[in-house]
């Protein structure tokens, strides 16, 4: 949605802030690479620096200059399983 549809993420966004929020997420939990690579989607969907960086700009454009609200940057696990080999 950050990219397909910002309005509505930024739409959203604003009104956790004016409920009184104290933190914004940038709505990408699943915005990994690797998550990204286990969806085969056509079209593709973009990286993971735009979807992120789009995020940041959505939720640094929904705080308005409030410096009283915090933007967390939210990176969710991949979903890939990671062997580990013994030395």
Known sequence: LNLR???VVLAL???YVKAGAEFLSTNTFAATSAA???RQLDPP???AVELCRAGAQ???QAIG???EV???GVLGASGAIL???EV
């Open 58 to 60: 959505l939720a640094r």
């Open 36 to 38: 990204l690579r286990s």
């Open 13 to 15: 966004s604003r009104e």
């Open 65 to 67: 200059g409030k410096h």
């Open 45 to 47: 969907l973009p990286s």
């Open 83 to 85: 062997a580990v080999q």
């Open 5 to 7: 549809s910002p309005e």
């Open 70 to 72: 915090l933007i967390a």
